[in-house]
């Protein structure tokens, strides 16, 4: 029990004397999984556009396909990525093993399936009328379509926090291609591992209890955009319209 | 052209110039890196981290990358061509990995022994015994518990090929078993992971393993587990530790200047004698003892005998036809 004690107490001395290693760590996740959200959702968001708002043979069966993808075990993605970038697989050649580039890539491929289902349920909520009344109005297609994702904006921006949280909360891609190697590619997880494996306790604390502030401060965010969000619903602003309602105003 | 069509076009462009930029950083700008892919033991006790420092202060345009493993999946690395250069310790994985031309330019670096630990209470009385005793005794006390469920262990493997895994199925085969049927016992537990996370499964649940003298004492001495060590010195017990180079003529982009540079440091008199005293402030003792000077003075005895027949591969450190080019590495 001393020794937890103990661990607390040194975690709490690494965070206020700004540890370079735990730093490190903390920099290195929310850089590989902010980058990874913005390519996630780069790539889901057209996806989702197209499940959202198209009708065609085939649809239901890649929306069941990318629900079931959100369940995929971490370390199986690993895995499978790792046997791509590995110099002996497909695209070893590009020498990205152990880089930066290929933790964001695969952290990105995990989350894209979170963006593309949570992001197409909040576009289809959007009112179809929006469409046609955008289109009747002038509006090119591109222009309509941007009306429809200024409806469903609360929706898309959740898609991006909820996948945010289960990048830097995952362990599996990131050790496996990444390598968890100490100021390039270790991030809070890997690093909470490797430290209660060794026995650093204190700095496993340490990173665990950024982790953990992270974590909460994000989804205290969301539901603070909520309140104020009703406190502000007069105004109208587009960015707290969670129902995607008033879309007369909103046009 | 729709919406989501030109979507597509920006994530794809977004993603090239994201691949792009890192192979291109890493390429030119970046510094030359070198991956050593290792065993956890040199990790876990922190010398390899300490190594890398002095190493990259002396080398400044180098960036040593070091992935902790496991002999078993270092040697993977290496034959996958995902590591520069390996540092592990297992002499029969070691001659399979020279042999098949993965690896060239072997040098044995460091010595330490394993050592077998367990409660303080030792209900199996292995205490003091030799490696083969102490496995009897362990079987004849795992046969007897009462409870043959599964349930209770009294033994925890490693589990994941490293080169500790590998020495306990050489242990228990010179003792006259066979270690198909050990592993199958109830009682024979397998955590298939690092030498930290096996000491700590080991101490929770008060059970016997194996382990290399480094990690141990590390992790002993800073309370992070209590289990006793329970046996002492013994040929049978020693490590040998030893260095490769992965062959360039396997793979082409491996960076081999920088390995063999780095194989060169840690011959090194200076950086031998720095492995020798590493942790003897914090633990009381050494966690590892260099062999270049011993086995180039052939003394001290019996220890350069015992490495001699434990890590030697035909009668050499490293046979000439496996030494690409590099014989003063063994002058």
């Known amino acids: ?22 730093y490190g760590a903390v920099f290195n996740s929310l850089f590989f999984s902010g980058v990874a959200v ?38 199986a993605l690993g895995l499978f990525l790792f046997l791509i970038f590995s110099r002996e697989g497909l695209f070893g050649f590009l020498g990205l093993i152990y880089t930066p580039a290929v933790v964001i890539i695969g952290q990105a491929v995990l989350i894209t399936p979170i963006i593309i289902s949570i992001a197409t349920t909040a576009l289809e909520a959007v009112d179809p009328e929006i469409i046609n009344l955008a289109r009747t109005l002038g ?45 390039l590619t270790d991030v809070l997880t890997t690093a909470i591992a490797q430290h209660t494996a060794i026995g650093n306790l204190g700095l496993a604390i340490a990173l665990g209890i950024i982790l953990m502030v992270i974590v909460f401060s994000i989804n205290a965010f969301i539901v603070l955009a909520r309140k104020i969000k009703t406190l502000f619903y007069g105004l109208n602003i587009p960015i707290f319209n969670l129902e995607g309602k008033n879309h007369e105003n909103s046009l | 052209m729709q919406m989501w069509q030109k979507l597509i076009i920006v994530a794809a462009l977004t993603t090239l110039i994201v691949m792009a930029g890192t192979i291109v950083f890493f390429n030119n700008f ?21 190594v890398e420092k002095d190493y990259e202060a002396k080398h400044p345009s180098v960036d040593v990358n070091i992935i902790s493993a496991g002999t078993g999946i270092a040697i993977e690395h290496a034959k996958n061509g995902d590591a ?74 490693r589990g994941d090929n490293s080169g500790t895994h590998a020495k306990e199925k050489s242990l228990w085969t010179a003792a006259g078993y066979d270690y ?82 780095f ?44 490495i001699q027949s434990a890590a030697f591969i035909e009668g050499s450190e490293c046979p000439p036809q496996y030494r690409n080019g590099s014989a003063e590495l063994y002058g």
Do not use: C
């Open chain 1, 139 to 183: 509006a090119s297609e591109s222009q309509a379509s941007i009306a429809v994702m200024k409806e469903a904006t609360n929706g898309l921006l959740l898609s991006g926090v909820a996948s945010f949280n289960r990048a830097i909360a995952e362990l599996g891609v990131v050790l496996i291609v990444g390598g968890n190697i100490v100021g």
């Open chain 2, 84 to 157: 520069d250069l390996i540092l592990v310790h297992s002499p029969v994985q070691e001659k399979i990995f020279l042999e098949e031309n993965w690896g060239v330019n072997r040098k044995i670096i460091a010595y330490n022994y394993f050592t077998i630990i367990g409660p303080q209470a030792d209900p199996a009385e292995i205490s003091g015994k030799t490696a083969n005793e102490v496995l009897d005794r362990i079987v004849a006390y795992g046969d007897s518990l009462a409870d043959q469920s599964g349930q209770t262990k009294i033994w925890i493997s």
């Open chain 2, 30 to 50: 970046a510094k030359r890196r070198l991956i050593i892919s290792t065993t956890t033991s040199l990790y876990d006790t922190g010398l390899l981290e300490a």
């Open chain 1, 1 to 22: 029990m001393t020794g937890i004690l103990d661990g607390i107490i040194e975690a709490l001395e690494l965070i206020i004397t700004g540890d370079p290693v735990l």
């Open chain 2, 180 to 261: 198909a049927v050990i592993s199958a016992k109830p009682w024979y537990a397998n955590v298939g992971s690092g030498m930290g996370h096996t000491l700590n499964v080991a101490n929770q649940l008060s059970v016997y393993t194996i382990a290399d003298i480094g990690t141990y004492l590390k992790f002993y001495s800073e309370g992070t587990i209590s289990l006793p060590s329970l046996v002492t010195e013994e040929e049978s017990l020693l490590n040998v530790y030893s260095v490769m180079a992965v062959n360039p003529d396997m793979h082409k982009h491996v960076n081999y200047d920088d390995a063999m540079n």
């Open chain 2, 263 to 306: 194989i060169a440091y840690l011959a090194s008199p200076e950086t031998q004698q720095f492995i020798g005293n590493y942790g003897k402030s914090d633990y009381g003792q050494s966690l590892f003892y260099g062999t270049v000077q011993p086995l180039k003075d052939k003394a001290p005895q019996p220890i350069v005998g015992w």
């Open chain 1, 38 to 75: 913005i390519l996630a959702a780069l790539w889901g968001l057209p996806i989702a556009m197209l499940l959202a708002l198209k009708n065609f043979r085939g649809k239901t069966v890649i929306q069941t396909f990318f629900n079931s993808l959100i369940g995929v075990p971490t370390v």
